[in-house]
């Protein structure tokens, strides 16, 4: 049995990361990279802390506890990241819209997401064309 197999023997049934295990390693990290630069009291234990409730979740048999846990933090991430889309009026573009290119005269088209297959009909050279937006 290599090192691979007893892994994942060790690993089943037990929840593995997910983006909310991942983001708490990221802000680890970048406490200690802070801790380097500014002595902050309690930054160690905190990280400490944090670091021991990463392992908690990744081997945590509670998949059900820890999956509710993930969803509440991208909802949490999706609505903070939504405090700067409705600042950008650019980014709004590219996430209602989506840019598609006439096959015949290349012309770009900007058509609104998630209507399922539509059909394009370019306003240079009127050449029609379906796509699943
Ligand atoms: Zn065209």
């Known amino acids: 049995m ?29 406490a200690l990279v802070i801790s380097f630069f500014v002595r902050i009291p309690g930054l160690g234990i905190v990280v400490l802390l944090l670091l021991g409730y990463v392992y908690f979740r990744t081997l945590s048999r509670n998949v059900t506890a820890r999956y509710a846990e993930n969803q509440k933090f991208l909802e949490l991430k999706e609505r903070f990241l939504g405090l700067f889309r409705r600042n950008g009026s650019h980014a709004r573009q590219q996430q209602d819209h989506m840019i598609f290119r006439c096959p015949k005269c290349s012309q770009k088209i900007r058509i609104p997401c998630g209507k399922g297959m539509v059909e394009i009909t370019c306003p240079k050279c009127r050449t029609k064309f379906r796509k699943r937006t």
């Open 2 to 30: 290599n090192w691979r197999d007893r892994l994942n023997r060790f690993m089943y049934g037990r929840y593995g990361q997910d983006q909310f295990s991942r983001f708490l390693l990221i802000v680890c990290l970048v």
